[in-house]
Protein backbone atom coordinates (compact mmCIF):
# COMPACT_ATOMS: atom_id res chain seq x y z
CA UNK A 1 0.00 0.00 0.00
CA UNK A 2 1.50 3.99 -0.39
CA UNK A 3 -1.43 5.39 1.45
CA UNK A 4 -3.16 3.78 4.67
CA UNK A 5 -6.82 5.49 4.22
CA UNK A 6 -8.37 2.48 3.59
CA UNK A 7 -6.75 0.27 5.95
CA UNK A 8 -8.45 -2.55 7.44
CA UNK A 9 -11.31 -2.45 4.35
CA UNK A 10 -11.25 -5.63 2.28
CA UNK A 11 -12.15 -6.20 -0.97
CA UNK A 12 -12.25 -9.44 -3.32
CA UNK A 13 -11.48 -9.10 -7.26
CA UNK A 14 -12.49 -11.85 -9.60
CA UNK A 15 -12.30 -9.74 -12.31
CA UNK A 16 -10.22 -9.57 -15.91
CA UNK A 17 -8.60 -6.83 -18.35
CA UNK A 18 -8.88 -3.10 -17.21
CA UNK A 19 -11.64 -1.90 -15.92
CA UNK A 20 -12.17 -3.90 -13.03
CA UNK A 21 -8.54 -4.68 -11.98
CA UNK A 22 -7.86 -1.07 -11.95
CA UNK A 23 -10.76 -0.41 -9.62
CA UNK A 24 -8.88 -2.78 -7.07
CA UNK A 25 -5.90 -0.99 -7.90
CA UNK A 26 -6.78 2.45 -6.91
CA UNK A 27 -8.42 1.04 -3.31
CA UNK A 28 -5.63 -1.29 -2.91
CA UNK A 29 -3.35 1.54 -3.27
CA UNK A 30 -5.14 3.58 -0.40
CA UNK A 31 -4.87 1.08 1.93
CA UNK A 32 -7.46 -1.54 1.42
CA UNK A 33 -6.81 -5.46 1.43
CA UNK A 34 -7.52 -6.58 -2.12
CA UNK A 35 -7.39 -9.89 -2.65
CA UNK A 36 -7.76 -11.08 -5.99
CA UNK A 37 -8.58 -15.02 -7.52
CA UNK A 38 -7.51 -16.19 -10.26
CA UNK A 39 -8.14 -19.55 -12.46
CA UNK A 40 -5.05 -21.59 -12.21
CA UNK A 41 -2.34 -20.68 -14.72
CA UNK A 42 -4.25 -17.23 -14.71
CA UNK A 43 -7.23 -15.25 -16.36
CA UNK A 44 -7.37 -13.85 -19.84
CA UNK A 45 -5.01 -11.21 -18.96
CA UNK A 46 -2.54 -13.11 -17.45
CA UNK A 47 -0.37 -13.18 -20.90
CA UNK A 48 -1.74 -9.78 -22.05
CA UNK A 49 0.90 -7.50 -23.88
CA UNK A 50 2.69 -5.85 -23.07
CA UNK A 51 5.17 -8.53 -22.30
CA UNK A 52 9.22 -9.30 -20.73
CA UNK A 53 11.15 -10.87 -22.57
CA UNK A 54 10.53 -14.07 -20.38
CA UNK A 55 6.83 -14.25 -21.43
CA UNK A 56 5.52 -12.34 -18.18
CA UNK A 57 3.06 -9.57 -18.31
CA UNK A 58 4.08 -6.05 -17.77
CA UNK A 59 0.82 -5.13 -18.23
CA UNK A 60 -0.87 -7.67 -15.46
CA UNK A 61 1.99 -6.36 -12.72
CA UNK A 62 1.10 -2.78 -13.88
CA UNK A 63 -2.49 -3.33 -12.50
CA UNK A 64 -2.47 -5.95 -10.53
CA UNK A 65 0.20 -4.36 -7.75
CA UNK A 66 -0.02 -4.47 -4.08
CA UNK A 67 -2.71 -7.69 -3.97
CA UNK A 68 -2.68 -10.58 -2.85
CA UNK A 69 -3.57 -13.66 -5.01
CA UNK A 70 -5.07 -16.80 -5.05
CA UNK A 71 -5.17 -19.36 -7.93
CA UNK A 72 -8.63 -21.71 -8.19
CA UNK A 73 -9.72 -24.15 -10.18
CA UNK A 74 -13.25 -22.21 -11.07
CA UNK A 75 -14.16 -25.21 -13.77
CA UNK A 76 -14.38 -27.50 -11.16
CA UNK A 77 -17.38 -27.27 -8.32
CA UNK A 78 -15.01 -26.97 -5.27
CA UNK A 79 -13.16 -24.34 -6.70
CA UNK A 80 -16.47 -22.23 -7.42
CA UNK A 81 -17.61 -23.03 -4.10
CA UNK A 82 -14.08 -21.31 -2.83
CA UNK A 83 -14.50 -18.54 -5.30
CA UNK A 84 -17.80 -17.43 -3.97
CA UNK A 85 -16.89 -17.98 0.02
CA UNK A 86 -14.19 -15.67 -1.01
CA UNK A 87 -16.36 -12.87 -2.26
CA UNK A 88 -18.93 -13.22 0.69
CA UNK A 89 -16.44 -13.99 3.28
CA UNK A 90 -17.75 -12.25 7.22
CA UNK A 91 -16.13 -9.80 8.67
CA UNK A 92 -17.20 -5.71 9.01
CA UNK A 93 -14.96 -4.57 6.97
CA UNK A 94 -15.25 -7.13 4.47
CA UNK A 95 -18.02 -8.32 1.89
CA UNK A 96 -17.04 -6.20 -0.67
CA UNK A 97 -16.16 -7.92 -4.27
CA UNK A 98 -15.58 -6.31 -7.69
CA UNK A 99 -15.94 -8.69 -10.65
CA UNK A 100 -16.47 -8.70 -14.49
CA UNK A 101 -18.14 -11.83 -14.53
CA UNK A 102 -21.48 -12.31 -16.28
CA UNK A 103 -24.50 -11.21 -14.32
CA UNK A 104 -25.96 -14.48 -14.60
CA UNK A 105 -23.71 -17.50 -13.07
CA UNK A 106 -22.54 -18.91 -9.95
CA UNK A 107 -21.18 -15.30 -9.08
CA UNK A 108 -24.19 -13.59 -9.84
CA UNK A 109 -25.78 -11.47 -7.33
CA UNK A 110 -28.74 -13.44 -6.39
CA UNK A 111 -26.21 -16.36 -5.57
CA UNK A 112 -23.96 -14.57 -3.67
CA UNK A 113 -26.50 -12.19 -1.27
CA UNK A 114 -28.26 -15.09 -0.50
CA UNK A 115 -25.29 -16.11 1.55
CA UNK A 116 -24.30 -12.64 2.82
CA UNK A 117 -27.17 -10.31 2.43
CA UNK A 118 -25.36 -7.01 3.08
CA UNK A 119 -22.83 -7.98 0.26
CA UNK A 120 -21.89 -4.98 -1.67
CA UNK A 121 -21.32 -5.83 -5.44
CA UNK A 122 -19.31 -3.85 -8.00
CA UNK A 123 -19.89 -5.31 -11.50
CA UNK A 124 -18.33 -4.15 -14.21
CA UNK A 125 -19.72 -4.41 -17.50
CA UNK A 126 -20.02 -4.03 -21.23
CA UNK A 127 -23.12 -2.62 -22.40
CA UNK A 128 -25.82 -2.29 -19.72
CA UNK A 129 -27.78 -4.95 -21.04
CA UNK A 130 -25.23 -7.69 -20.49
CA UNK A 131 -23.97 -7.85 -23.81
CA UNK A 132 -20.13 -8.15 -24.54
CA UNK A 133 -18.03 -4.98 -25.36
CA UNK A 134 -14.62 -3.63 -24.77
CA UNK A 135 -13.53 0.12 -24.76
CA UNK A 136 -12.79 0.16 -28.59
CA UNK A 137 -15.96 -1.23 -29.65
CA UNK A 138 -18.07 1.51 -27.15
CA UNK A 139 -16.10 3.81 -28.43
CA UNK A 140 -16.63 3.12 -32.05
CA UNK A 141 -20.29 2.87 -31.21
CA UNK A 142 -20.38 6.34 -29.75
CA UNK A 143 -18.94 8.15 -32.30
CA UNK A 144 -15.64 9.22 -31.55
CA UNK A 145 -13.28 7.56 -34.03
CA UNK A 146 -15.27 8.98 -36.19
CA UNK A 147 -14.07 13.10 -35.09
CA UNK A 148 -10.70 11.83 -34.81
CA UNK A 149 -8.19 12.36 -36.92
CA UNK A 150 -7.44 14.06 -40.31
CA UNK A 151 -9.65 16.42 -41.69
CA UNK A 152 -9.14 14.89 -45.02
CA UNK A 153 -9.54 11.22 -44.39
CA UNK A 154 -13.13 9.82 -43.61
CA UNK A 155 -11.84 6.32 -42.33
CA UNK A 156 -12.36 6.38 -38.37
CA UNK A 157 -9.23 6.26 -36.31
CA UNK A 158 -9.09 4.42 -33.27
CA UNK A 159 -7.83 5.41 -29.83
CA UNK A 160 -4.74 4.07 -28.28
CA UNK A 161 -5.28 5.16 -25.22
CA UNK A 162 -8.60 3.01 -23.43
CA UNK A 163 -9.90 6.11 -21.69
CA UNK A 164 -13.15 4.39 -21.70
CA UNK A 165 -11.83 1.43 -19.33
CA UNK A 166 -9.91 3.64 -17.39
CA UNK A 167 -12.51 6.11 -16.28
CA UNK A 168 -14.97 3.29 -15.53
CA UNK A 169 -12.11 1.72 -13.19
CA UNK A 170 -12.01 4.79 -10.93
CA UNK A 171 -15.70 5.82 -11.01
CA UNK A 172 -16.18 1.85 -9.76
CA UNK A 173 -13.90 2.94 -6.95
CA UNK A 174 -15.76 5.94 -5.97
CA UNK A 175 -18.96 4.03 -6.51
CA UNK A 176 -17.88 0.89 -4.17
CA UNK A 177 -16.79 3.67 -1.36
CA UNK A 178 -20.11 5.30 -1.94
CA UNK A 179 -22.02 2.37 -0.98
CA UNK A 180 -19.78 1.35 1.54
CA UNK A 181 -20.55 4.59 3.39
CA UNK A 182 -24.68 3.67 2.87
CA UNK A 183 -24.35 0.22 4.24
CA UNK A 184 -22.72 1.70 7.46
CA UNK A 185 -25.87 3.31 7.68
CA UNK A 186 -28.38 1.30 6.49
CA UNK A 187 -26.88 -2.05 7.18
CA UNK A 188 -27.83 -2.97 3.32
CA UNK A 189 -25.89 -4.75 0.79
CA UNK A 190 -26.48 -3.77 -3.08
CA UNK A 191 -25.23 -4.87 -6.48
CA UNK A 192 -23.80 -1.40 -8.32
CA UNK A 193 -23.62 -2.05 -12.23
CA UNK A 194 -21.20 -0.16 -13.99
CA UNK A 195 -21.25 -0.31 -18.21
CA UNK A 196 -18.41 0.53 -20.29
CA UNK A 197 -21.42 1.54 -22.31
CA UNK A 198 -22.70 4.27 -19.61
CA UNK A 199 -19.70 5.55 -18.81
CA UNK A 200 -19.66 6.56 -22.34
CA UNK A 201 -22.47 7.68 -22.72
CA UNK A 202 -22.83 10.10 -19.21
CA UNK A 203 -19.03 11.43 -20.03
CA UNK A 204 -19.88 12.98 -23.64
CA UNK A 205 -23.33 13.98 -22.30
CA UNK A 206 -21.40 16.09 -19.30
CA UNK A 207 -18.86 17.17 -21.92
CA UNK A 208 -21.63 19.05 -23.55
CA UNK A 209 -21.06 16.78 -26.84
CA UNK A 210 -24.52 15.15 -26.73
CA UNK A 211 -26.47 18.51 -26.42
CA UNK A 212 -24.04 19.49 -29.23
CA UNK A 213 -25.66 17.08 -32.10
CA UNK A 214 -29.06 17.71 -30.44
CA UNK A 215 -28.88 21.19 -30.81
CA UNK A 216 -27.04 21.52 -34.44
CA UNK A 217 -28.60 18.39 -35.81
CA UNK A 218 -25.22 17.44 -37.56
CA UNK A 219 -22.37 16.11 -36.02
CA UNK A 220 -18.69 17.40 -35.19
CA UNK A 221 -16.19 16.53 -38.18
CA UNK A 222 -12.94 16.21 -37.84
CA UNK A 223 -10.47 18.20 -37.70
CA UNK A 224 -7.25 16.79 -37.04
CA UNK A 225 -4.95 18.51 -34.16
CA UNK A 226 -6.58 21.72 -34.01
CA UNK A 227 -8.31 22.38 -30.50
CA UNK A 228 -12.12 22.69 -30.89
CA UNK A 229 -13.49 25.71 -29.98
CA UNK A 230 -9.96 27.31 -28.85
CA UNK A 231 -6.58 28.58 -29.86
CA UNK A 232 -4.39 25.37 -30.35
CA UNK A 233 -2.62 23.26 -32.51
CA UNK A 234 0.84 21.38 -33.18
CA UNK A 235 3.34 23.93 -34.91
CA UNK A 236 6.30 23.16 -36.55
CA UNK A 237 9.47 24.88 -34.99
CA UNK A 238 12.87 25.15 -36.91
CA UNK A 239 14.10 21.83 -35.16
CA UNK A 240 10.93 20.01 -34.51
CA UNK A 241 6.98 20.04 -33.21
CA UNK A 242 5.81 21.45 -30.38
CA UNK A 243 1.84 21.75 -29.55
CA UNK A 244 0.62 25.68 -27.97
CA UNK A 245 -2.55 26.00 -26.34
CA UNK A 246 -4.13 29.43 -25.56
CA UNK A 247 -7.86 29.37 -23.83
CA UNK A 248 -7.31 31.93 -21.66
CA UNK A 249 -6.86 35.92 -22.08
CA UNK A 250 -3.54 35.66 -20.74
CA UNK A 251 -2.26 32.96 -22.60
CA UNK A 252 -3.28 34.43 -25.77
CA UNK A 253 -1.54 38.08 -24.98
CA UNK A 254 1.31 36.24 -23.79
CA UNK A 255 1.67 34.19 -26.59
CA UNK A 256 1.30 37.06 -29.35
CA UNK A 257 3.39 39.53 -27.69
CA UNK A 258 6.21 36.86 -27.82
CA UNK A 259 5.63 35.58 -30.99
CA UNK A 260 5.65 39.34 -32.50
CA UNK A 261 2.20 38.69 -33.80
CA UNK A 262 0.52 41.80 -32.14
CA UNK A 263 -0.07 44.19 -35.30
CA UNK A 264 -1.29 41.47 -37.91
CA UNK A 265 -3.35 39.99 -35.06
CA UNK A 266 -5.06 43.62 -34.43
CA UNK A 267 -5.19 44.53 -38.09
CA UNK A 268 -7.91 41.03 -38.81
CA UNK A 269 -9.07 41.80 -35.07
CA UNK A 270 -9.90 45.51 -36.76
CA UNK A 271 -11.63 43.97 -40.20
CA UNK A 272 -13.57 41.49 -38.11
CA UNK A 273 -14.56 43.63 -35.40
CA UNK A 274 -13.99 41.43 -32.87
CA UNK A 275 -10.95 40.60 -29.85
CA UNK A 276 -9.24 37.32 -30.09
CA UNK A 277 -8.61 38.23 -26.55
CA UNK A 278 -11.84 38.59 -25.42
CA UNK A 279 -13.34 35.75 -27.43
CA UNK A 280 -11.92 32.01 -27.33
CA UNK A 281 -14.37 30.93 -29.60
CA UNK A 282 -13.49 33.53 -32.09
CA UNK A 283 -9.74 32.79 -32.31
CA UNK A 284 -11.25 28.97 -33.14
CA UNK A 285 -13.71 30.08 -35.66
CA UNK A 286 -11.29 32.43 -37.58
CA UNK A 287 -8.35 29.65 -37.24
CA UNK A 288 -7.89 29.47 -40.79
CA UNK A 289 -6.40 33.12 -40.49
CA UNK A 290 -4.59 32.95 -37.90
CA UNK A 291 -2.61 29.68 -37.79
CA UNK A 292 -0.96 31.04 -41.52
CA UNK A 293 0.97 33.88 -38.97
CA UNK A 294 2.11 31.68 -36.60
CA UNK A 295 3.36 28.70 -38.48
CA UNK A 296 5.42 31.48 -39.78
CA UNK A 297 6.66 33.02 -36.54
CA UNK A 298 7.68 29.45 -35.55
CA UNK A 299 8.65 28.11 -38.21
CA UNK A 300 12.13 30.68 -37.96
CA UNK A 301 12.66 29.83 -34.32
CA UNK A 302 14.30 26.91 -32.29
CA UNK A 303 12.51 25.12 -29.97
CA UNK A 304 15.14 25.59 -27.20
CA UNK A 305 15.37 28.95 -27.88
CA UNK A 306 11.22 29.26 -27.23
CA UNK A 307 11.40 27.15 -23.87
CA UNK A 308 12.99 29.66 -21.87
CA UNK A 309 10.58 32.64 -22.87
CA UNK A 310 7.34 30.52 -22.75
CA UNK A 311 8.38 29.10 -19.74
CA UNK A 312 9.23 32.50 -17.97
CA UNK A 313 5.07 33.87 -19.20
CA UNK A 314 3.86 30.85 -18.63
CA UNK A 315 2.61 30.02 -21.73
CA UNK A 316 0.72 26.49 -22.23
CA UNK A 317 2.79 24.56 -24.65
CA UNK A 318 4.97 21.26 -24.82
CA UNK A 319 7.26 19.61 -27.43
CA UNK A 320 6.26 16.70 -28.68
CA UNK A 321 8.22 13.12 -27.43
CA UNK A 322 8.08 9.25 -27.76
CA UNK A 323 7.63 7.85 -24.29
CA UNK A 324 10.95 6.64 -24.27
CA UNK A 325 12.08 9.82 -24.63
CA UNK A 326 9.80 11.47 -21.76
CA UNK A 327 10.54 8.40 -19.63
CA UNK A 328 14.60 8.69 -19.69
CA UNK A 329 13.76 12.41 -20.04
CA UNK A 330 13.72 15.41 -17.37
CA UNK A 331 11.07 16.86 -16.45
CA UNK A 332 10.02 15.23 -13.06
CA UNK A 333 7.50 13.21 -15.01
CA UNK A 334 8.94 9.53 -14.50
CA UNK A 335 12.27 10.64 -13.57
CA UNK A 336 12.92 11.83 -9.43
CA UNK A 337 9.14 11.62 -9.44
CA UNK A 338 7.69 10.58 -5.67
CA UNK A 339 4.81 8.87 -7.49
CA UNK A 340 7.32 5.67 -8.17
CA UNK A 341 9.40 3.74 -6.37
CA UNK A 342 12.03 1.32 -7.44
CA UNK A 343 10.67 -2.56 -7.01
CA UNK A 344 11.14 -5.84 -8.33
CA UNK A 345 8.06 -7.51 -10.06
CA UNK A 346 7.13 -10.98 -10.79
CA UNK A 347 8.57 -10.90 -14.34
CA UNK A 348 11.66 -10.84 -12.55
CA UNK A 349 12.91 -7.19 -13.83
CA UNK A 350 13.20 -4.21 -11.17
CA UNK A 351 12.14 -0.77 -12.74
CA UNK A 352 9.85 2.09 -10.94
CA UNK A 353 6.64 1.21 -10.09
CA UNK A 354 3.67 3.87 -9.92
CA UNK A 355 1.73 4.61 -6.28
CA UNK A 356 -0.87 6.85 -6.60
CA UNK A 357 -0.98 9.98 -8.32
CA UNK A 358 -3.20 11.87 -5.59
CA UNK A 359 -0.78 13.33 -2.51
CA UNK A 360 -1.99 14.26 0.70
CA UNK A 361 -0.79 16.92 2.96
CA UNK A 362 0.84 15.74 6.05
CA UNK A 363 0.38 11.77 5.03
CA UNK A 364 3.75 10.10 4.12
CA UNK A 365 3.82 7.60 1.22
CA UNK A 366 4.44 3.99 2.25
CA UNK A 367 5.91 1.48 -0.02
CA UNK A 368 4.57 0.69 -3.56
CA UNK A 369 3.82 -3.46 -3.11
CA UNK A 370 4.56 -5.02 -6.65
CA UNK A 371 1.46 -7.47 -7.84
CA UNK A 372 2.02 -10.72 -6.63
CA UNK A 373 3.30 -14.06 -8.18
CA UNK A 374 -0.13 -15.96 -9.08
CA UNK A 375 -1.57 -17.83 -6.38
CA UNK A 376 1.72 -16.13 -3.64
CA UNK A 377 -0.96 -15.84 -0.94
CA UNK A 378 -3.61 -18.91 -1.78
CA UNK A 379 -2.84 -21.07 1.67
CA UNK A 380 -2.49 -17.39 3.57
CA UNK A 381 -6.23 -16.52 2.42
CA UNK A 382 -7.99 -19.80 2.61
CA UNK A 383 -6.48 -20.44 6.15
CA UNK A 384 -6.93 -16.66 6.97
CA UNK A 385 -10.00 -15.87 5.52
CA UNK A 386 -11.78 -19.17 5.07
CA UNK A 387 -11.01 -20.31 8.54
CA UNK A 388 -9.52 -23.80 6.38
CA UNK A 389 -7.00 -25.79 8.37
CA UNK A 390 -3.31 -27.47 6.73
CA UNK A 391 -5.11 -31.31 6.47
CA UNK A 392 -7.62 -29.38 4.35
CA UNK A 393 -5.42 -27.01 2.34
CA UNK A 394 -3.20 -29.81 1.32
CA UNK A 395 -6.46 -31.82 -0.14
CA UNK A 396 -7.22 -28.70 -2.34
CA UNK A 397 -3.82 -28.54 -3.65
CA UNK A 398 -3.58 -32.52 -4.25
CA UNK A 399 -6.77 -32.38 -5.90
CA UNK A 400 -5.63 -29.57 -8.27
CA UNK A 401 -8.36 -27.23 -7.10
CA UNK A 402 -6.33 -24.80 -5.83
CA UNK A 403 -2.33 -23.76 -6.84
CA UNK A 404 0.11 -21.68 -4.72
CA UNK A 405 3.14 -19.63 -6.23
CA UNK A 406 5.23 -22.09 -8.31
CA UNK A 407 2.09 -24.24 -9.68
CA UNK A 408 -0.26 -20.74 -10.41
CA UNK A 409 1.88 -19.22 -13.12
Not at 21 to 32: D, E, I
Request: net charge negative; glycine share 12%.
Amino acid sequence: MVYHLLQGMRIVEGAAFIAGPSCGLHLAQMGAEVIRFDNIGGGPDFRRWPLSETGHSLYWEGLNKGKKSVAIDMSSPEGRELAMALATAPGPDGGMFVTNFPVDGFLSYPALSARRPDLICLRVMGWADGTSAVDYTINAAVGVPMMTGPADDPRPVNHVLPAWDLLTGAYAAFALLAAERARRTTGQGQEIRVPLSDIAATTLSHLGQVAEVLATGTDRPRMGNDLFGAFGRDFETRDGRIIVIAITPRQWRDLVELLGLQAPTAAIEAELGLSFAADEGARFTHRRRLFPLFEAAFARLDTAALKPLFDARGVCWSAYRSLSEAVAGPGGLFRDNPVFQEAEHPSGLRYPAAGPAATFPGLARGTVLPAPRLGENTDEVLAGLLGLGDLEIARLHDKGVIAGARSGA
